[in-house]
């Protein structure tokens, strides 16, 4: 077996690992991305796969095209809650391995106690709370969706701040231990729109204070690069926003698939740098790397 990874501390990744064997629009298999974390020189490498949805009117185009149903998607994520751990144990030696979820807040009504129920009966090691839908419409996927979401809030700013109101909600709700992507309409939203009306300041400064008084980590997601958008979520002044509450930030490789496990974490880290961050929030296993430690929360620097 080879020697355990002894990476720098900050080098942990705890929002990705989505693989093409329990999500539709990932690729590779969950043990492909994990040797992928090995490589990349990850300490830990925590594994956040999808939350099912629970309604059918929820299933993605390119779910139904294949043939998904609600069954299916709950069945891939009982099969991958057994697999993570499994592989965890498999790998203790090499990585420590975080087994996890990331939560969806669809359908709005009783999200909370499915996700929660999600975490009970999995016993996961944490939490990934993430906001992918407004109005119940997806805005992280086709530009029609988010086009459709900006018309059922009224129009970009109303949809802005809709979306950092159900953050604020979520965290309040589920108490995640990582909150994902902060900023994630940026993703589909024109260059040139104004993201920063005060309307949508105040609705982020919401977001931010309940991420502060739950003690969230906010994800400082490298997905941001690989969608073109010059860098990771959150933007710069949110960034900075919430280094200065003193909220703080652990990198998301955001991975759905091998090739992505590592990317943009050496430039996250000189992003974070850049704008005065000089440290990061890790969760790490107590005692044994695999499955069955404790698992707890340490800060580090970046500068070692």
């Known amino acids: 077996m080879n020697s355990k990874t002894t990476g720098p501390e900050?080098?942990?990744?705890?929002h990705g690992g989505h693989s093409g064997e329990f999500c539709e629009h990932a690729r590779g298999s969950l043990r492909e991305t994990i040797e992928a974390a090995v490589?990349?020189?990850?300490?830990?490498?925590?594994?956040?796969?999808?939350?099912?949805?629970?309604?059918?009117?929820?299933?993605?185009a390119s779910e139904r095209e294949k043939g998904y149903d609600v069954e299916r998607l709950k069945r891939d994520f009982d099969a991958y809650a057994a697999e993570v751990r499994r592989l965890a144990a498999e790998y203790a030696g090499r990585i420590t391995v975080l087994c996890g979820f990331e939560a969806e807040v669809v359908p709005a009504a009783g999200y909370r106690d499915a996700m929660l129920e999600l975490q009970r009966r999995h016993a996961f090691d944490y939490m990934v709370g993430s906001v992918h839908h407004v109005h119940e419409i997806p805005i992280d996927g086709t530009k029609?969706?988010?086009?459709?979401?900006?018309?059922?809030?009224?129009?970009?700013?109303?949809?802005?701040?809709?979306?950092?109101?159900?953050?604020?909600e979520m965290i309040a709700a589920?108490?995640?231990?990582?909150?994902?992507?902060?900023?994630?309409?940026?993703?589909?939203?024109?260059h040139t729109a104004d993201l920063q009306t005060p309307e949508i300041r105040k609705a982020a400064?919401?977001?931010?204070?309940?991420?502060?008084?739950?003690?969230?980590i906010l994800d400082l997601n490298t997905a941001g690069r690989r969608k073109r958008l010059?860098?990771?979520?959150?933007?710069?002044?949110?960034?900075?926003r919430a280094a200065e509450m003193g909220i703080p930030f652990c990198f998301g490789d955001d991975?759905?698939?091998?090739?992505?496990?590592?990317?943009?974490?050496d430039e996250a880290r000189a992003y974070l740098l850049e704008n005065g961050v000089t440290s990061v929030d890790v969760l790490v296993r107590s005692g044994p790397s695999g499955p069955g430690g404790d698992v707890f929360r340490k800060t580090v620097s970046l500068q070692a």
């Not at 589920?174 to 024109?190: E, K, S, Y």
């Not at 010059?230 to 900075?240: D, E, T, V």
């Not at 991975?255 to 974490?265: K, L, N, Q, T, Y």
Request: charged letters at 20%; proline letters at 7%; aromatic letters at 8%.
């Open 205 to 216: 400064g919401r977001a931010l204070e309940a991420a502060r008084e739950y003690g969230a």
């Open 174 to 190: 589920l108490q995640p231990q990582v909150v994902g992507h902060l900023d994630l309409h940026r993703r589909n939203a024109p």
């Open 39 to 60: 490589a990349a020189g990850y300490r830990t490498f925590g594994v956040s796969e999808h939350a099912p949805r629970r309604e059918e009117r929820l299933l993605y």
């Open 144 to 168: 029609q969706d988010f086009d459709a979401a900006v018309e059922s809030c009224g129009g970009l700013e109303a949809l802005c701040a809709a979306y950092y109101e159900l953050v604020a």
């Open 10 to 14: 900050w080098k942990v990744s705890l």
């Open 255 to 265: 991975s759905h698939g091998p090739s992505e496990v590592g990317a943009g974490i």
């Open 230 to 240: 010059g860098g990771p979520y959150p933007a710069p002044r949110l960034l900075r």
